[in-house]
């Protein structure tokens, strides 16, 4: 007997993203809810990257030469520009609650989940995980205000709990954040952290590193989501605080020290970024 429409309920909502979106937020492209036939079969490679929650069945993915099971209970994480292909059990085909997303640490999660070498997780709370994928596609078919921000932090809270299933599975060492970027940027992180107290310049650094300017300026703000300027600031202003916390120091002799030669510039660093002043954040803090 051929099957209906309704015992394979098969939905997709696709979205446009907004540049604010793009630019600043995990930002959705498409979510879906399948109740897959037993030949449900894809093969492809597209852009950004997907996660599918498997809420019952099982099936296969293969991706970098390599197949999986994937069970109920189970989700798999893809970067949709490589090569894949997941189809449905034949005896048990799955039902799927899939988000297709992009933004700026889409690729860094991935990277730190070492998901290039096995996309799939086994997540902590399978109920909790359902409700996300679940409140997503509900918040796509309603669309209510503050839809963009809503589902940037429901992908938050669904990458969340993939860190946490994957830190219960595997030792403290394998979610290491060196481990997680490149060479070229742990080297230029070391860097700057030994020479911040200089004049540290772009050109500087990728000639340390090895790499020219402009893809090396790319590469670390796809990693560390700062540009090197806005990072090298960062860090200063840490060092700048623990200077104010624990030593005696005037303003003026911390701001040379973390390599501002302006006092008044360091101040007005300071309190864009803190919030404070360099003095009431001595007083806050003693």
Not at 135 to 149: A, C, K, N
Not at 189 to 205: C, Q, R, S
Not at 208 to 220: G, Q, T
Request: with cysteine.
């Amino acid at each position: 007997m051929k099957a209906s429409s309704f015992e394979f309920p098969y939905s997709t909502l696709s979205h446009s993203p907004s540049d604010i979106a793009i630019r600043f937020m995990f930002f959705v492209q498409d979510v879906g809810w399948y109740v897959c036939k037993p030949d449900y079969r894809i093969n492809r490679s597209l852009s950004h990257y997907q996660i599918k929650y498997v809420v019952k069945g099982s099936g296969y993915v293969t991706t970098q030469d390599r197949t999986y099971k994937v069970n109920a209970g189970e989700l798999f994480f893809l970067d949709l520009s490589q090569t894949h292909q997941y189809y449905a059990d034949p005896n048990d085909p799955w039902e799927l609650l899939w988000i297709r997303f992009g933004g700026i640490q889409s690729a860094y999660y991935f990277e730190l989940l070492h998901a290039a070498e096995c996309p799939i997780f086994q997540v902590s709370n399978a109920e909790q995980t359902e409700l996300l994928f679940k409140q997503l596609y509900d918040l796509f078919q309603y669309r209510p205000i503050g839809l963009e921000f809503i589902a940037s932090s429901l992908i938050t809270q669904v990458l969340t709990q993939l860190i946490i299933s994957f830190m219960d599975n595997n030792s403290a060492d394998a979610i290491s954040l060196d481990m997680a970027y490149p060479m070229e940027i742990q080297l230029a992180l070391e860097f700057i952290e030994a020479h911040y107290p200089t004049d540290i310049k772009v050109e500087d650094v990728a000639h340390f590193v090895h790499l020219s300017p402009y893809y090396f300026s790319r590469l670390f703000k796809r990693y560390t989501c700062h540009t090197v300027t806005e990072y090298i600031i960062k860090y200063r202003l840490i060092i700048s605080k623990q200077l104010l916390n624990t030593t005696a120091m005037s303003i003026g002799k911390i701001a040379q020290h973390v390599g501002i030669c302006s006092q008044s510039y360091f101040s007005m660093l300071f309190k864009r970024y803190e919030g404070i002043t360099p003095k009431e954040y001595r007083q806050y803090i003693r």
